[in-house]
């Protein structure tokens, strides 16, 4: 008995994901209003450097974020002038559950669901409701030289990113979260996993410029800007990145 309500319970969770993602998609794709993007900062190595920069943390810290996806959107004629709508969750307490390191399309997916189940129990926002999730683990920078991956799951909409408890890596966090924004939002890496080139010409920002390296901004999914064939260098700030044709067509700026 027990269990045949357990699983009813579950498949009642899981219809009611599924319909969540799928209605969130759909308005994504249209840009008619402001996507709400919910950024949930947590002290992500338990540090004390990350517990005051967590303290001062304020809504005005992503507004570059707003501005960036606004001008971009202009760009390519989108008429909503406010695309995405910034809200600021008081810091968590305990860390989100981890993402899978491998690749497995089903570890992914329980991920997201934990996800999900994890930020329902944790939504402590103001305001309306997220679209969009995205977590925050910041670091101490003098004890993590490099940080883990970040991800952005189109299905569920959730991201996580591994940022630095650093006014001066503010500027380089805000790409991070840009790009794995766009990823939820249906957009694709465009860099060679395995060497971490943008990939030419969809990662490049100025692909006709010549010559055509070294490029002087990044397209924010390559991540990246091209230096030569072999190098490229991560953008400080989303100032020296751009939404290039190819991820514009995949989150519906324009048509293919
Ligand atoms: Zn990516």
New binding site residues.
């Given amino acids: 008995m027990f269990r045949k309500l357990r699983i009813l319970l579950l498949l009642f969770v899981l219809a009611t994901v599924a319909v969540g993602a799928w209605r969130a998609r759909v308005t994504a794709s249209e840009w008619q209003r402001s996507l709400i993007v919910g950024i949930y900062p947590v002290n992500g190595d338990g540090s004390t450097v990350s517990n005051d920069y967590l303290a001062r943390l304020d809504q005005s810290r992503f507004k570059p974020i707003e501005e960036y996806f606004a001008a971009q959107a202009r760009a390519y004629g989108v008429q909503e002038l406010r695309p995405v709508m910034i809200t600021l969750a008081r810091p968590l307490a305990a860390p989100p559950p981890l993402p899978p390191h491998d690749g497995n399309a089903l570890a992914a997916i329980a991920w997201s669901l934990q996800m999900r189940y994890w930020a329902w129990r944790n939504d402590e926002i103001p305001g309306p409701r997220p679209d969009i999730r995205i977590f925050v683990l910041f670091h101490d920078p003098q004890a993590h030289a490099a940080l883990g991956h970040?991800?952005?799951l189109e299905k569920g909409m959730i991201g996580l990113v591994n940022a630095f408890a650093s006014r001066a890596e503010d500027g380089g966090n805000t790409v991070v979260i840009a790009?794995?924004l766009l990823?939820t939002l249906g957009?694709?890496?465009k860099?060679d996993p395995s060497t971490l080139q943008p990939h030419f010409p969809s990662g490049y920002a100025d692909p006709h410029q010549a010559p055509v390296l070294p490029q002087r901004r990044a397209e924010i999914?390559a991540?990246r800007i091209a230096i030569s064939t072999t190098e490229a260098e991560i953008p400080r700030s989303l100032a020296a990145t751009m939404v290039g044709p190819g991820t514009a067509a995949e989150i519906g700026w324009r048509d293919n």
């Fill in positions: 970040s991800v952005g790009h794995e990823h957009a694709s890496d860099y999914m991540g």
